[in-house]
T-cell receptor, first 115, second 109 residues
Framework: GAVVSQHPSRVICKSGTSVKIECRSLDFQATTMFWYRQFPKQSLMLMATSNEGSKATYEQGVEKDKFLINHASLTLSTLTVTSAHPEDSSFYIC???????????FGPGTRLTVT | KNEVEQSPQNLTAQEGEFITINCSYSVGISALHWLQQHPGGGIVSLFMLSSGKKKHGRLIATINIQEKHSSLHITASHPRDSAVYICAVRRFGNEKLTFGTGTRLTIIP
């Protein structure tokens, strides 16, 4: 149990385009989902926390207009990188939990390359 | 000083060796996680601890709340255990995780 999937696993896009990444909890309802990014050889950096049905809470320094997060259902959250630039190239990972106090279950990640 | 410190940063061992990875933290926590990240990038949650000890297969995790310290042990290590192991803590009243910088483990056949 507690499986989280992400789609796509890899995506290459051109500068200026937008990319949507999906995060799904497959066998449980996730009231809270977290979005992280990870640069090579660095630890995970929290970008935002999303609760189902409400606006995401972004970490300091993360542009909410650039990284659009939608958590429309208890099993799906999406991260849209708008007007992507090469510096947005990174590994994006989501996690989901049943409630904020519960264990976080991580997705397999999405590797974004912006050319 | 980071709130979560891991040691060692890198560890290379022979297959079959007993492995210990340490995590120290400086804040009050409600839970501590041990995560495994393989070269492909995906993260697997190994353990979530708030006290005592947990065991799953060849993996054992312990935590000492008073000393603010946790250890992850791997018995009879195998090359497939090669990965980055990450310690993460959740503070009281805070849903966010604070991550250590990870320990890169390489098991040589």
């Amino acid at each position: 149990g507690a499986v989280v999937s992400q789609h796509p696993s890899r995506v290459i896009c051109k500068s200026g385009t937008s990319v949507k990444i999906e995060c799904r909890s497959l066998d449980f309802q996730a009231t809270t989902m977290f979005w992280y990014r990870q640069f090579p050889k660095q630890s995970l950096m929290l970008m935002a926390t999303s609760n189902e049905g409400s606006k995401a809470t972004y970490e300091q320094g993360v542009e909410k207009d650039k990284f659009l997060i939608n958590h429309a259902s208890l099993t799906l959250s999406t991260l849209t990188v708008t007007s992507a630039h090469p510096e947005d190239s990174s590994f994006y990972i989501c996690s989901a939990s049943r409630t904020a106090a519960y264990e976080q279950y991580f997705g397999p990640g999405t590797r974004l390359t912006v050319t | 000083k980071n709130e979560v410190e891991q040691s060692p940063q890198n560890l290379t061992a022979q297959e079959g060796e007993f492995i210990t990875i340490n995590c120290s933290y400086s804040v009050g926590i409600s839970a501590l996680h041990w995560l495994q990240q393989h070269p492909g990038g995906g993260i697997v949650s190994l353990f979530m601890l708030s006290s005592g000890k947990k065991k799953h297969g060849r993996l054992i995790a312990t935590i000492n709340i008073q000393e603010k310290h946790s250890s992850l042990h791997i018995t009879a290590s195998h090359p497939r255990d090669s990965a980055v192991y990450i310690c993460a803590v959740r503070r009281f009243g805070n849903e966010k995780l604070t991550f250590g910088t990870g320990t890169r483990l390489t098991i040589i056949p």
